[in-house]
């Protein structure tokens, strides 16, 4: 649309169902090369992804012609497929239900990217519940305990 002016900034955090830690090294790149296809055959820009075993973190910009609700499901499902079709994990791989999206400013880029892409240092101090709760409490995000992403399973 003529004249229309958008700077939209979202980071994504999802995990893995149960946070079962099945994301594989050895296969992490190629998810992530698929996931930035999903993001930027639907008009978005991929500004950094990066996983843990158990969790994945997406920064985008954010093309305001598509929801971000609408974009997180089109990421996770056929993700998801790709992962089950190339027979990644030993049984059917699933995200688990829900996302956590954040916006952020221009200024804010660089160390959320920063943040993003150093995950694996990051969660060798932290766990992932630990990381989540305290994103959700610096975006002051009113949150259920009851619903926040299971515990970590083996």
Do not use: C
Request: net charge neutral.
């Amino acid at each position: 649309m003529p004249n229309t002016y958008t700077q939209l900034y979202i980071h994504f955090v999802f995990a893995v169902k149960y946070r079962q830690a099945v994301i594989n090294q050895e296969w992490e790149v190629s998810l992530h090369r698929y996931i930035t296809g999903i993001v930027q055959n639907n008009g978005h820009k991929l500004i950094a992804v990066n996983s843990v075993s158990d969790h994945l973190h997406l920064f985008v910009g954010l093309n305001p012609n598509q929801s971000i609700s609408e974009l997180i499901r089109l990421v996770k499902g056929d993700s998801s497929e790709f992962i089950n079709k190339e027979r990644y994990t030993p049984r059917k791989f699933q995200w688990q239900e829900g996302y956590g999206a954040f916006s952020n400013s221009n200024s804010q880029i660089d160390a959320v990217v920063k943040y993003i892409l150093n995950q694996k240092q990051h969660h060798l101090k932290r766990s992932f519940k630990e990381e989540y709760l305290d994103i959700l409490k610096d975006y002051s995000v009113q949150y259920d305990e009851r619903y926040v992403f299971k515990d970590l399973m083996d």
